[in-house]
C-alpha cells in the first residue's frame, strides 16, 4: 500500500471517529450537568479524562491492527 494512501486512510478513521467522542461528551454534559455544582464538574472531569484515555487507546489499537508496522 501506498505511504500517502496509508496517511490519508488513517487520518480519515481519526477524523470520523471524532464524532462518536463529540456526541457521547454531549451526552455527559446532558447527564453529569456539570455546572450545578463543584462536584459534579469534577466527576464530569474525571469521566472526560477516562473517556480521552480509553478513546485515545481504542483508536490506537485498531489503526495499529488495520496498518501493522513492516518488519525489518
Excluded at 447527564?31 to 487507546?57: D, E, K, V
Amino acid at each position: 500500500m501506498n505511504i500517502k494512501l496509508r496517511d490519508v486512510l488513517i487520518s480519515l478513521i481519526i477524523l470520523v471517529s471524532l464524532l462518536p467522542a463529540w456526541y457521547f461528551n454531549r451526552y455527559l454534559q446532558r447527564i453529569i450537568q456539570p455546572r450545578r455544582s463543584f462536584g459534579r464538574f469534577l466527576l464530569y472531569l474525571l469521566s472526560g479524562f477516562a473517556m480521552a484515555f480509553g478513546y485515545t487507546f481504542i483508536i490506537v489499537w485498531i489503526i495499529s491492527r488495520l496498518f501493522p508496522l513492516p518488519k525489518q
